[in-house]
């Protein structure tokens, strides 16, 4: 009795919340077996005194109250599972769960299967993946190239883009790159007001032809003497990227490589936007766009984002195809362009890539919506704009390539073009090793130095 009292005096005071988890357990037991007695109206005034007592909402009030003290069971296919809703149930004690054991839709096989074809995606984000692995598996059967079963190729086709992302988690995390290239790019200003600002007026990128270019320096972080570099060409409408490396960025070699780039295109040459580099501001590229009545702009000036669909391809085709190491010799440039003429094969025609359709703030957020992944092959193709008979070609080409060997091929080339810039390293490392060696041989002591003056001198 006087126990009960205590807990009235509590109530009173601090409300429902201030009794300790015991004294708290023993008020809702009293209340519970009351309140299971009682007609359906009584229970509705009973539960509003419960609600103003507990500070419970009063669907959880009502359910505290109704199951108090009962049990549970639920039926699970390979057992029961047995539930206790008593004194214990706020500890936790009296729960008796036997837990369910759910297996693996995707296991280590398709894990390894998945794993296979990211590596030969060249790394795809989960979305542009479960396109490609649609697109890629039956071409790989046709080739008798998929050397997996039939239910793991079932999974690969339904597996959903947030799985792939999840699954390969670890696996990306070991092909973080951390390294970035440096802007070569040294400003033309003789020709500038001969050439105008591009803006969205002039162009018409909803048609193909219309392109973006730049190079890409392998500097390899070491600005002194001649290197080699890319030419990067990127039409807007359907992604379609070509490359040539080149010796170094005169105009004369980014000019013929430009015009073979544009002998390469499946479509003819509409318009080129540029950066204001002195490579493409120059009198041999406006009199040829003049001649051939071709649309010639340039990007306004640090406005790098200008040019944003190519700057996207320097990175996603270029830096990830030979890195960010540098190359200069006559032997690196051919290898590079071998690499290059299998790499524009399996860029336009097997890895598909996405376009910004909108982009819509939301306060301090960004929110962007893209298209279907698609190839550049397949954006050609559904283009009104692009004659029949180019797409005939196109179509012509594209049974003919097999994808992994397109593959197998570029991690040969690739595997070359690392052998020749270690060997021009070993021999860069013998030369300097000669020469400190030299040193070393002939002192400079003062008779010596006083001698060669005089033979300097004379």
Request: contains cysteine; glycine residues 6%; proline residues 3%.
């Amino acid at each position: 009795m006087k126990k009960v009292e205590e807990v009235l005096k509590k109530l009173k005071e601090g409300g429902f919340m201030s009794l300790s988890l015991k004294e708290r357990k023993a008020v809702i037991r009293e209340e519970a077996a009351i309140y299971k007695k009682l007609t359906k109206k009584e229970k509705s005034r009973m539960l509003d005194e419960f609600v103003k007592l507990t500070g419970y909402s009063r669907c959880y009030a009502s359910y505290v109250l109704r199951t108090y003290g009962s049990k549970v069971v639920v039926d699970l296919e390979n057992g029961k599972r047995t539930v206790f809703i008593g004194d214990d149930l706020y500890s936790g004690k009296g729960l008796k769960i036997r837990k369910r054991k759910r297996e693996r839709v995707y296991g280590e096989e398709v894990f390894n299967a998945l794993v296979y074809l990211w590596k030969m995606s060249d790394y795809l984000c989960g979305k542009r993946l479960n396109v490609y692995m649609k697109e890629i598996i039956p071409i790989l059967e046709n080739f008798n190239e998929f050397p997996y079963s039939k239910e793991i190729k079932e999974k690969l086709l339904s597996i959903s883009p947030a799985t792939i992302d999840r699954l390969l988690k670890k696996e990306k995390d070991k092909f973080k790159l951390k390294m970035k290239g440096k802007t070569l790019t040294k400003p033309g200003t003789l020709l500038k007001h001969s050439i105008p600002i591009r803006t969205f007026s002039e162009w018409n990128e909803k048609e193909p032809g219309f392109v973006e270019v730049d190079l890409v320096g392998h500097d390899g972080g070491n600005l002194r003497g001649e290197f080699l570099y890319s030419l990067d060409v990127t039409d807007i409408h359907t992604g379609w990227t070509e490359t040539k490396a080149i010796k170094n960025k005169a105009q004369i070699w980014t000019f013929n490589a430009l015009k073979e780039i544009g002998k390469r295109f499946p479509f003819s040459i509409k318009g080129i936007d540029s950066d204001n580099g002195s490579e493409f501001i120059n009198a041999h590229l406006l009199n040829y766009c003049e001649k051939e009545h071709i649309t010639f702009t340039r990007a306004r000036p640090y406005r790098k984002n200008d040019n944003c669909f190519v700057e996207q391809k320097n990175y996603s085709v270029v830096r990830r195809a030979v890195g960010y190491i540098r190359y200069d010799t006559d032997e690196e440039l051919k290898i590079m362009n071998e690499l290059y003429n299998t790499l524009r094969l399996y860029t336009n025609f097997f890895l598909p890539s996405m376009k910004l359709k909108e982009k819509t703030r939301i306060g301090s957020k960004v929110l962007k919506k893209y298209d279907k992944p698609k190839t550049p092959y397949q954006r050609i193709l559904e283009c009104e704009l692009v004659s029949e008979e180019i797409k005939k070609n196109l179509r012509r080409m594209y049974e003919t390539l097999n994808p992994l060997l397109l593959k197998r091929d570029l991690d040969k080339i690739s595997k070359e073009l690392s052998k020749a810039y270690d060997k021009k390293i070993r021999k860069m490392e013998r030369k300097e090793k000669e020469e400190r060696k030299s040193y070393t041989d002939f002192p400079l002591t003062q008779n010596n130095f006083i001698y060669n003056l005089d033979e300097a001198t004379r």
